[in-house]
């Protein structure tokens, strides 16, 4: 049984920092595509940031230079460290987790497990 576990979220002015962790619960952690996606009502999951088993990264056009995925393997922890956040990036995140190919622009339907999500709060 596999179980993600989001937290880090909250209310940050513009321009300010969050890190997000993700803590998996269930054997072969290292093995898998590890992503984060983040959804606002009315609107499909978008897929921002994805590492893969050998830590490879890649990441939404909308992210990129701002928002780092990184992940212990040894914790079973994947984190997202946002920088300069804007308005825009408010938003409920989630954790996610696929085997094999790994690429941000997946679409959620291919991703097998999820967290329950935290919200982020940019003002």
């Known amino acids: 049984h596999v179980q993600l576990v989001e937290s880090g979220g909250g209310s940050v002015q513009t321009g300010g920092s969050l890190r997000l962790s993700c803590s998996a619960i269930g054997e072969g952690f290292g093995r898998y595509c590890m992503a984060w996606f983040r959804q606002v009502p009315g609107k499909d999951r978008e897929g921002i940031a994805v590492?893969?088993?050998?830590?490879?990264?890649n990441y939404a056009d909308s992210v990129t230079g701002r928002f780092t995925i990184s992940r212990v393997n040894a914790n079973q922890t994947t984190y997202l460290r946002m920088n300069s956040l804007k308005p825009e990036d408010t938003a409920m995140y989630y954790c996610?987790?696929?085997?094999?190919?790994?690429?941000?622009?997946?679409?959620?339907?291919?991703?097998?497990?999820w967290g329950q999500g935290t919200q982020v709060t940019v003002s």
């Open positions: 996610a987790r696929r085997n094999g190919f790994c690429n941000p622009a997946l679409p959620s339907k291919e991703f097998t497990y």
């Open positions: 590492i893969d088993k050998d830590g490879r990264t």
